[in-house]
Every structure is written in structure tokens, then in C-alpha cells.
């Protein structure tokens, strides 16, 4: 069964949408097994998304993403990585197929409202970023 890391964004904390985003991970059959809100530093931001470093957007998305309470949590379920992007949506909301969370929920490509791990990989780094073995259960 495969895990995957999860981030309610500000614009969606701001408008108190926790519930019904974690609605539709439930309904999708995505268990949270691991849940924190918390308030990012800047420079957390942008270790998190040190990988975007040299894209144009990078200031940009790390002021938006310490700019309010974030939610961070951990989804199980049978092929979660990708059910969890489907459940998402395409990271520019006006893509975005009807029903996901950023169709319904998103505000533009940069204010989207959910970060979803997109490998195997970065699921394991990105879970061991904010969690501790013992708090995911
Ligand atoms: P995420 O990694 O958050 O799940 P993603 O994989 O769909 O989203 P990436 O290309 O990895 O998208 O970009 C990471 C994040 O950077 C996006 O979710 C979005 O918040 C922001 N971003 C991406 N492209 C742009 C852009 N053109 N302008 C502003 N912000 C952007
Ligand atoms: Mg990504």
C-alpha cells in the first residue's frame, strides 16, 4: 500500500476549505493517516521546493506558501501518488478536468490549493520532510 505527501496550500486554509478538500481524498478512497497545520517560515518553503530553485516562480511561490497556515498530511491507499494527482487535478486550475480540487477549488496556477508528491521517490522524501515514523499511523 503506497503513502503519499499532501499540502493544503494558504489560499485554501485562508477560504476553510480543509473539510471539503479531505472529503474528496476520503470519498476517493485515500485514507489521511498522518495530519498537521502549521505556519511555514519562508525559508522552510523553500527547502521543501528546492527543486523549483531555478524556476522564474520560485520567490514567488515560497512567499505564497509561508504567507498563511498550511495543512501537511499523509495519504494511503492503493496507488495513492497517482490517484491523489488525479484527485488534484492539472496544476493550472483553467486545465483542470471537472470535479477535482482545483477545478472546483483553485485560484489560479500559483494560488492552486493542494500539492500532491509526484513519484515514489518524493513521497518518501517529501513524508520525511514534515513527519516523524510514529506520528503516521
Ligand atoms: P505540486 O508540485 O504543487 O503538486 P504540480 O506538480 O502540478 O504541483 P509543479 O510544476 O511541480 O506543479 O509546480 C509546483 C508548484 O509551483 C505548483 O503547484 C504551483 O503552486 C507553482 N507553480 C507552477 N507553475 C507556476 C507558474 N507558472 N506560476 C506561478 N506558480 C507556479
Ligand atoms: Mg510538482
Same mark, same amino acid.
Given at each position: %500500500?503506497? @503513502? *503519499?505527501?499532501?499540502?493544503?496550500?494558504?489560499?485554501? *486554509?485562508? @477560504?476553510?476549505? *480543509?473539510?471539503?478538500?479531505?472529503?474528496?481524498?476520503?470519498?476517493?478512497?485515500? @485514507? %489521511?493517516?498522518?495530519?498537521? @497545520?502549521?505556519?511555514? *517560515?519562508k525559508e522552510q518553503a523553500g527547502k521543501f521546493y528546492a527543486v523549483h530553485a531555478e524556476r522564474p516562480f520560485y520567490d514567488e511561490l515560497c512567499e505564497f506558501m509561508a504567507s498563511a497556515p498550511v495543512v501537511v498530511q499523509v495519504l494511503e491507499g492503493e496507488g495513492a501518488i497517482a490517484k491523489n494527482r488525479e484527485v488534484m487535478g492539472a496544476t493550472n486550475p483553467a486545465d483542470a478536468e471537472a470535479g477535482t480540487i482545483r477545478a472546483e477549488f483553485a485560484e489560479s496556477v500559483g494560488e492552486n490549493s493542494v500539492h500532491g508528491s509526484d513519484a515514489p521517490e518524493t513521497a518518501a522524501e517529501e513524508i520525511a520532510f514534515f513527519f516523524a515514523g510514529l506520528e503516521i499511523v
Open positions: %500500500i503506497e @503513502r *503519499t505527501l499532501s499540502i493544503i496550500k494558504p489560499d485554501a *486554509t485562508n @477560504r476553510n476549505l *480543509t473539510g471539503k478538500i479531505n472529503a474528496k481524498f476520503e470519498e476517493a478512497g485515500l @485514507r %489521511i493517516v498522518a495530519q498537521k @497545520r502549521m505556519h511555514l *517560515t
